[in-house]
């Protein structure tokens, strides 16, 4: 097979369990004419300075990697990391620390071997693979060679298989812990070989689901062993998870006979757009931040921590472009970001959940949008018909921001305990607005969502769907047009200030961050975001609003 263009993104050399050194490799993919392939040794990086030295001036890359060994469940996952920083300080005290606990492993598994009449030591293990990570596949051929056993699947089923007597496991992370690793250490961490656990398919995909939720980036759906059928199934999972595919031989030399580099038994192809989209992920780094403020931002004491405000100050500083999008009215953001300092050039505020966009520099509009006194009106009765509370906006003589409402009661008082704006108190409240609101506000006190859906239900219809109606919290339900939206405003700014989409990074945590998430090249779910929302992003942070999460995305994608 011609394999011009391709590449293998799971390879194994004799620093693990594999039969060709790191230099040994890079000859035979250069012979195969590959274009790149990923070192993916079995917890262990010390193969790659090596593999790196010997592609100077071939026609091949060694992309730095890993396969971590970690238990889900009770069952044996693998963890591929891509593009590791290998050298990181962080990263190689790990491997230092895990290296210890295997070596423990190591001498148990040889004084139980002694145990059973099989005098093996582990210092002749060393000598034998000297540069070797030893695995069970070490014994095995260890014990096959010296005339222990007739085989090496003997040697498995009498002394080191998982339920033979000799057999210690392994100390392991889980894989969400390898996968946050991996992310630390500024690499793709990949699931591979899902097919290969024998999980059910809902068994499988709650594990992708929880890996997602911790960053997992793409997962291995092209393998040596898939049928057609097996491939399908995992790009569809892919896909329902937003997961880049990647794809490898899991070549290991003799010690897999038959499986080889880059084609694995004959029919594997890994064509080298595979690889440029895992690169293109990793080039990604944002030139303008979209962030909710509530919940995202700000702590749940709405305040802004001294990690992500020391964070935000260096990325304006560099000339960083931030945008605050929030539902609240122009005039609370303005207040909240006064305080925090963060009224400054390449400052903008979406507000009104996207009807308004706001430069904060030259202190006037962008964009906004309105909604016609006839839905008003409609929006007014629909809420009073379902015994719902509802209020908008309306500017005073000195042009600032009021709430306008037909009740002041225990939703206002609670409403404005976040939202600082006074209000006035009328008896029809279209007819008292001097002019077409940004968007309406209903609340429900009593927390469940009923009222509110039989409300927007009903608006839908008597709108012709030309009212937006979303949630924004427990009790809060806002109303805008339907052209009205914080991910077209992500669409509009980008535009106007020439920047491409994809270069765009929206984070948040409720529902209507949503469409500015999936709008956005890089789209960021806070940790404490809700599940529909982690669902849309492309990156969920290990941290919470509480604990510098936004410190973190600033870090990753805008450094």
Not at 54 to 73: D, H, L, W
Not at 147 to 158: C, H, K, Q, T
Not at 226 to 248: F, N, P, V, W
Request: hydrophobic letters at 35%.
């Amino acid at each position: 097979m011609n394999t011009m263009n391709m590449v293998d993104l799971h390879v194994h050399s004799t620093r693990s369990d594999g039969s060709y050194t790191p230099a040994e490799l890079v000859r035979y993919a250069v012979e195969k004419g590959l274009r790149a392939f990923a070192l993916t040794d079995h917890d262990t990086t010390e193969g790659i300075a090596e593999a790196i030295e010997a592609a100077k001036g071939q026609s091949v890359e060694v992309i730095p990697g890993i396969e971590f060994s970690t238990e889900y469940e009770g069952k044996d996952i693998h963890i591929v990391g891509l593009y590791i920083d290998y050298e990181g300080e962080e990263f190689q005290k790990y491997l230092s620390d895990f290296q210890h606990s295997r070596d423990v492993r190591n001498h148990k598994m040889c004084a139980r071997l002694q145990e059973y009449g099989v005098p093996v030591t582990y210092e002749a293990l060393q000598a034998e693979y000297p540069e070797a990570i030893l695995t069970r596949a070490h014994y095995a051929k260890y014990l096959w060679q010296k005339g222990y056993v007739g085989s090496m699947r003997e040697a498995f089923d009498r002394y080191i298989g998982d339920h033979a007597p000799c057999f210690l496991p392994r100390e392991k992370v889980t894989p969400s812990q390898a996968v946050n690793l991996i992310l630390r250490s500024g690499g793709v961490p990949v699931l591979a070989h899902p097919i290969l656990y024998h999980m059910s398919e809902e068994r499988l995909e709650k594990l992708v689901q929880t890996l997602k939720k911790d960053g997992l980036v793409a997962i291995e759906a092209i393998y040596s062993t898939y049928t057609a059928g097996e491939e399908q199934q995992i790009r569809k999972l892919a896909a329902r998870y937003h997961l880049l595919i990647s794809g490898g031989s899991d070549f290991h030399g003799t010690t897999k006979p038959g499986l080889d580099l880059a084609v694995g038994y004959g029919n594997l192809k890994i064509p080298y757009e595979i690889l440029e989209e895992i690169q293109a992920f990793r080039k990604r780094r944002g030139a303008i931040l979209f962030s909710d403020m509530d919940g995202t931002l700000l702590n749940d004491r709405k305040e802004l921590s001294s990690g992500t405000k020391a964070a935000l100050d260096t990325y304006l500083q560099k000339g960083g472009k931030l945008v605050l999008s929030s539902g609240r009215p122009l005039d609370s953001i303005l207040e909240v970001a006064g305080k925090l300092d963060l009224l400054r050039k390449n400052t903008y505020i979406i507000s009104y959940n996207g009807a308004l966009i706001y430069d904060c520099d030259q202190r006037k509009p962008v964009y906004e949008i309105t909604m016609p006194k006839d839905l008003v009106k409609t929006v007014i009765a629909t809420a009073k018909k379902h015994g719902v509370y509802i209020h908008t906006y309306d500017t005073d003589e000195n042009g600032d921001e009021i709430i306008v409402t037909e009740k002041a009661g225990d939703e206002l008082n609670f409403y404005r305990r976040a939202i600082h704006l006074p209000y006035i108190c009328v008896e029809d409240m279209a007819a008292a607005l001097t002019k077409d609101p940004y968007k309406l506000f209903a609340i429900d006190m009593e927390g469940g969502h009923d009222r509110l859906d039989a409300f927007a239900r009903e608006l839908d219809y008597l709108t012709d769907g030309k009212i937006h109606t979303f949630y924004s919290g427990p009790f809060y339900m806002e109303c805008c047009m339907k052209e009205a939206s914080k991910g077209k405003a992500v669409e509009i700014l980008c535009e106007k200030l020439s920047i491409p989409i994809e270069e765009a990074v929206a984070c948040g945590d409720a529902a209507n961050d949503s469409s500015m998430i999936r709008k956005a090249g890089i789209g960021v779910a806070m940790k404490n975001a809700a599940d529909e929302v982690k669902y849309h992003a492309n990156y969920i942070t290990q941290h919470d609003n509480n604990h510098d999460g936004m410190k973190e995305v600033i870090e990753l994608f805008l450094n």
